[in-house]
């Protein structure tokens, strides 16, 4: 699902909402969390998971392309853990 069918379908969801205020209430919230975990900090949505940040360490790596070594610089990436009753909803 993208952003826009998510809009899209919490408008149909909620007919009371213009289709704007609903696209501005998904962009805040995406935005917010986003900022979050820019300045390190851990998102939990009860019920559906956790966002947090992970430090990935200097390594060296290789190009596919030519298999020549590079130095790959240490990193912060977004990291995902779902949580037990959406883990539960895509098992059933």
């Known amino acids: 699902m993208t952003k826009s069918q998510l809009i899209q379908r919490m408008a149909e969801l909620n007919p ?6 609903v696209e501005r ?6 935005d ?3 900022e979050a975990l ?10 559906f998971g956790a966002f ?3 430090q990935r360490d200097a390594r060296q790596g290789r190009n596919p392309r030519t ?9 912060a990436v977004p990291f ?11 098992n059933q």
């Open 25 to 30: 209430i998904v962009s805040t919230i995406f």
């Open 52 to 54: 947090s940040v992970k």
């Open 16 to 21: 009371h909402l213009y289709q704007r205020d």
């Open 38 to 47: 820019a300045q390190g900090n851990r998102v939990e949505l009860r019920g």
């Open 80 to 90: 995902f853990k779902t949580g037990k009753k959406l883990r539960e909803m895509l």
């Open 67 to 75: 298999g020549e070594s590079v130095r790959v610089e240490k990193k």
């Open 32 to 34: 917010e969390i986003s």
